[in-house]
């Protein structure tokens, strides 16, 4: 049996984490929890807590560490204030701070969709789901979501 050939190379990986990869993976996630009710509840069940995704072999999705290296990081950053931006894309990656030993993409990334949904059923309660009134009225992937920063 032939082998497969990788598709890319770890260069194209690279030049796709820092251009298409934040809004193509924002666009993906919105539609994950959209289309799932159980693990939308998840996402929500979180609460306000940071979410991180561990994983040691990437520290632009990811945060370049291990599980244990992240509880030990998390330990010693209790009660710091973590500003992120709040439009993540291929311009803003590079003001996103570490957390662990990488930018934690994918976790923000999660933390922002979990704040549309909740802001979405907190303004539209009355929806009985129709993939979810059409994945949230199509959110704005490019700019801040709706309703933030009106107050």
């Known amino acids: 049996m032939e082998k497969l050939r990788p598709v890319a190379n770890a260069q194209s990986i690279e030049e796709w984490k820092h251009t298409q990869g934040p809004v193509l993976l924002h666009h993906a996630i919105v539609h994950k929890f959209v289309q799932n009710a159980d693990l939308r509840e998840k996402l ?63 976790g923000f990334i999660n933390m922002k969709v979990r704040g549309q949904v909740r802001h979405f059923q907190a303004t539209k309660p009355n929806i009985t789901d129709p993939i979810m009134l059409v994945a949230m009225q199509t959110l704005q992937l490019n700019g801040p979501s709706k309703g933030e920063g009106d107050k």
């Open 44 to 106: 929500l069940e979180t609460g306000d807590a940071i979410l991180a995704h561990t994983y040691d072999r990437d520290n632009i999705f990811a945060t370049g560490c291990d599980r244990e290296k992240m509880l030990e990081w998390a330990k010693n950053n209790n009660g710091q204030i973590i500003k992120i931006p709040t439009k993540i894309d291929n311009d803003t990656i590079v003001y996103i701070p570490l957390v662990g030993e990488g930018k934690n993409v994918l």
